[in-house]
């Protein structure tokens, strides 16, 4: 692979060429308590599900009480950063990884609009290097590393394949030196692959026991979700449905202790907290 930027350029180029590439809109969302602007995406498997759905006023209240105004908040799958806008509103800074060169471009304007988004095109990983990823139409909406699933490509649809860039969360933050200050959360959506990020975060998580909202995949069997639970579990997290709270703390329900908590295949957010 020639550099990220390079890549991109290229990828770019053909998804234009073959009429796979859409712009972005830039809109204005107006709440009682929040006024910022966001640039969406016009592909239309993307919908406008966050305009509608995730910038909402008790969505954006609930995160006000999750993130800490000094502190940094990881976004591992950002897509194209809707929730790192979201979380832009609250923290000092948000630093968003997306392997996808088509969603990357419009994380990038939104970092542009939103400017303590600090946007990445990688895709963070236990593999370093080129990977191959599989996504759900030619113009790249949503995938990830199928492979890495029990179920293999074609899972959820992904079959459409794309070259990406793995990196070691850890290792990266040192070799540029990107200072984390007080991490207070760590978000990934990874299509599965999100017990293999959390095991590379491990010193990360250790050091600063920050929230985290992960995946449970709706393509995964049931041993591949009890065992992103047992990683958590490892890490001394308790586990919550984010979905029944929708990040509310006051509302967390019952304690998800294995797959036998939750309807298998049906996808979840989970919302986990440090057991001190």
Known sequence: MNSIEDY??????????????????????????????????????????????????????????????????????????????????????????????????????????????????????????????HYSDNGFCNGGFATRTKAGIGVTGHRVPIEVWGINLEKFLEQEEIKIKNLSLIKIDAEGHDRFILRTLKNIIQKYKPVIITEIYNGLYVDEIDDLINVLHSFNYKVYDEEHSKGNINNLGTEIKSSSDINPHSGHNLICFYDS
């Open 8 to 133: 991109r350029t290229q990828v770019l180029y053909v998804l234009k060429a073959t009429n796979n590439y859409y712009d972005t809109e830039e809109v204005s969302i107006g709440l009682p308590s929040w006024n910022f602007k966001y640039a969406r995406w016009l592909h239309p498997y993307q919908g406008d599900w966050e305009v509608r759905s995730l910038f909402t006023e008790e969505i954006l209240r609930n995160l006000s009480k999750l993130i800490n105004p000094d502190s940094t908040v990881l976004d591992i799958g950002a897509q194209t950063g809707n929730m790192a806008v979201a979380y832009s509103l609250f923290a000092d800074k948000v630093l968003a990884f997306e392997p996808n060169p088509a969603a990357y471009e419009v994380l990038y304007k939104n970092s542009k609009i939103n400017d303590n988004i600090i946007p990445f095109n990688y895709a963070i990983s236990d593999e370093e290097g080129p990977l191959l990823f």
